[in-house]
């Protein structure tokens, strides 16, 4: 199964939500902090939840089917009826959030700059924007689960337990973790 890769690109881009990363101190004030060249560019796949939403549903259905064949299951039918409602609802609300995680993975980007990694997505009219610039980097790391593992996806996470960012479900994950860790050591010896 081949995954797609993620999109290389050279262009500069000029952003609106660059307002929430502050360029790194260079002692000169006059500097072109606006303008960072683009690295790569990744989304998430939506594969992994959609496999966890199917489960959910098939879950949710042979559970709530199994207690309206069997009414004297919990001793009452009533009972019963009760408790395969409980579990449709629950299958219900696990599927609505599945299906919400669904839509926000297809409007989220992951933008790996020569200065930044940064999360962004928009919805409802709104636009969310979370970066870690490469100088604030504490720490990063790559995971993979069985079912990513099994897909080819994975997920970076940098400076956990500090304002984290999560690249969730990136296809070609070890591609763009050692692009990060790139530009982080590009960004580390030029600080030097």
Known sequence: MSSPEPEINEEV???DTDEDVPAPPTGNSTSDSA???????AKPTIKPTLIRLAVVLLATVAI???FRTNLELLGSPELTAVASLIVLLAGALLSI???V???V???TAYIITEASVKREYQLFFRTRSKAVRFDKLRSHQLQQNRIQSVLG??????N???GEIRLADVADPQSVYAEVQSCARGVESGAE
């Open 105 to 107: 993975r297809k409007k």
């Open 13 to 15: 881009s000029n952003s």
């Open 64 to 66: 709530a089917v199994y």
């Open 35 to 41: 303008t960072e060249t683009t690295v790569l560019t």
């Open 153 to 158: 996806f994975g997920t970076i996470s940098l």
């Open 101 to 103: 995680r669904i839509l």
């Open 160 to 162: 956990k337990g500090l």
């Open 97 to 99: 959030r599945y299906l």
